[in-house]
């Protein structure tokens, strides 16, 4: 989501006591002691609703509510309700938290903390595995810092750290070891989630679509919230009879899949336009002509696998079985790739 915010609540450093919040600039009370901090928040309070504000005390933070509209790199805009909960600055922490809702006509649609999706129907954003590791790695690294901060037994920590990350990699869950108070649900990296993925195949009738729903089942699986599509270098053919049965028997219903062009790919997905993908696919080397180089990959390149056209249908569900196979085994590192 790229933010539309109030500049009034923006945090600004204080012209008395050197704290940031969002009144720092237009603040009443310069003849406050420092030790009398619990006035600096009702003067926020004060402040903010003398303005304007809708505002809910909630313990010592400031929570304050008001519609408010998002834009999507899509170009789309979303209304919705922001809400933003302001820390207590007194405490030695300035921080805004700032969750955006958006709801659609039958109820919630949205939840967005802090520029990361925290839920929506057309996607599930979490993984209980990279979850688990993620607090892991949070704790380990708190356990090695002294009360200063600084890192204590360098080398242990590092093995440590080395160990989860192992673990994720086998999970197909990138973890990092700078998570500590970040929240442990999410990719702090890749904030613009669902990522999408493209394979690009001749015509898109036969190995392209099967290998998109191999790959589709590969990311499904682990609940990573990624689309998969393909679509034709050259012109689009029928969905070849090879790829319909095998679509049919292993993935579902192939009458949804209809082939396309790399040159007509405006089309709808979660209602928004795919204007862009994140990690290209190409079956043939002589494909990524014309395509976006820092994103586009051959499928040997990501997998080792080199696909010929299968002479009959048993050929062709070994080819989808040998795909399926080896996205599982190698699809944390075809993730590494999307941008």
């Not at 442990?184 to 989630?193: A, G, Q, R, S």
């Not at 689309?227 to 049919?248: G, K, N, Q």
Request: charge should be negative; aromatic fraction near 10%; hydrophobic fraction near 40%.
């Amino acid at each position: 989501m790229l933010r539309v915010e109030d500049e009034r609540l923006k945090l600004r450093e204080c012209r008395t006591f050197g704290y940031s919040c969002p009144v720092g600039d237009r603040c009443t009370i310069a003849e406050l002691k420092e030790e009398a901090c619990v006035s600096c928040v009702g003067e926020i309070r004060r402040i903010l609703s003398e303005e304007g504000f809708f505002v809910i005390p909630a313990g010592r933070t400031t929570v304050v509510v008001e519609p408010g509209v998002e834009g999507a790199r899509t170009g789309e805009v979303f209304e919705g309700a922001k809400i933003y909960v302001l820390s207590d600055p007194s405490s030695g922490i300035s921080r805004i938290d700032r969750l955006f809702i958006t709801g659609l006509r039958f109820g919630l649609t949205d939840v967005v903390l802090n520029d990361l999706p925290v839920y929506s129907v057309y996607g599930h954003f979490g993984s209980d595995a990279r979850y688990a590791l993620a607090r892991l790695m949070a704790i380990v690294n708190g356990k090695f810092l002294d009360v200063n901060g600084r890192v204590r037994d360098e080398e242990n920590l590092k093995k440590m750290q080395k160990m989860l990350i192992d673990i994720g990699r086998e999970l197909n869950c990138r973890i990092d070891e700078r998570y500590a108070f970040y929240s442990t649900y999410f990719d702090i990296f890749d904030p613009m989630v669902p990522k999408r993925i493209l394979i690009v195949s001749e015509d898109d009738s036969l190995i392209g679509p099967i290998a998109r729903f191999a790959l589709q089942r590969a990311v499904d699986d682990r609940e990573l919230g990624i689309f998969v599509d393909s679509a034709a270098y050259l012109e689009p053919e029928e969905l070849h009879e090879f790829a319909r049965e095998v679509i049919d028997k292993l993935y579902g219903n192939s009458d949804d899949f209809k082939p396309k062009s790399v040159e007509c790919l405006e089309f709808e997905v979660f209602r928004q336009p795919v204007l862009d993908y994140d990690l290209i696919i190409v079956l043939e080397e002589r494909f990524r002509d014309g395509l976006p180089e820092d994103r586009t990959f051959s499928l040997e390149e990501l997998t080792g696998l080199r696909v010929s056209i299968p002479e009959d249908i048993f050929e062709a569900f070994e080819i989808a079985e040998k795909l399926e196979r080896e996205f599982e085994k190698k699809l944390f590192h075809i993730l590494e790739h999307v941008c």
